[in-house]
């Protein structure tokens, strides 16, 4: 399997733009989660969905935020307008609920927002 | 609330030293408890598990024990080696280990020749 894959692996953009992270998890797993990660604050995690249901959103910072999960092989993480302060690493995990407890995390996306 | 606190580093040891990292933690019902790695430019890998008390999660030589007396789970390793560098994360989840990981702060490890 090709593991969790997340894209852009890089992205750079310009304060008040919209961005759009991208995430297909490992194939068969049922659970997606979003994390993001800074110095200042850790690792947080923003929002996780359940066979492509939104379960628990408390962590996404504001409502510039949003989620989808249209699939079961597909998730974005949209910022609108985006913020210097969102500047950070963005990790994608996957979980087969049937399985071990272990999330399996992306490769992760570095935003920078200037 | 649920919360983890692990201790600050870096830690840098020679390679052959023996490591421990401090993990406490502090949770409602019985959580189960991970150690993650991190290595530069790369997501967390999961390193260990324990679900239940006195179990001893082990991996690659490195060990950690759910000690419910006094909520730990530290992490060690007998003899660290040059590739052991990276950041490790303890972490928590509800029970069923679905619900969402607390991690702590993470620990820098560097390991020199």
């Known amino acids: 399997d090709a593991g969790v894959i997340q894209s852009p692996r890089h992205e750079v953009t310009e304060m008040g733009q919209e961005v759009t992270l991208r995430c297909k998890p490992i194939?068969?797993?049922?659970?997606l989660f979003w994390y993001r990660q800074t110095m200042m604050r850790g690792l947080e995690l923003l929002i996780y969905?359940?066979?492509?249901?939104?379960?628990?959103d408390s962590g996404m910072p504001e409502d510039r935020f949003s989620a989808k999960m249209p699939n079961a092989s597909f998730s974005t993480l949209k910022i609108q307008p985006s913020e210097p302060r969102d500047s950070a690493v963005y990790f994608c995990a996957s979980l087969d609920g049937g399985g071990s407890y272990e999330q399996y995390f992306g490769p992760g996306t570095r935003l920078t927002v200037t | 609330g649920n919360s983890v606190t692990q201790m600050e580093g870096p830690v840098t040891l020679s390679e052959e030293a023996f490591l421990t990292i401090n993990c406490t933690y502090t949770a409602t019902g019985y959580p189960s408890l991970f150690w993650y790695v991190q290595y530069p430019g790369e997501g967390l890998q999961l390193l260990l598990k324990a679900t239940k008390a006195d179990d001893k999660g082990s991996n690659k030589g490195f060990e950690a024990t759910y000690r419910k007396e006094t909520t730990s789970f530290h992490l060690e390793k007998g003899s660290v080696q040059v590739s052991d560098s990276a950041v490790y994360f303890c972490?928590?989840?509800?029970?069923?280990?679905?619900?969402?990981?607390?991690f702590g702060a993470g620990t820098r490890l560097a390991v020199h020749p």
């Open positions: 972490a928590l989840s509800g029970s069923g280990g679905y619900n969402k990981l607390i």
């Open positions: 194939s068969g797993h049922d659970y």
């Open positions: 969905f359940n066979n492509n249901v939104p379960i628990d």
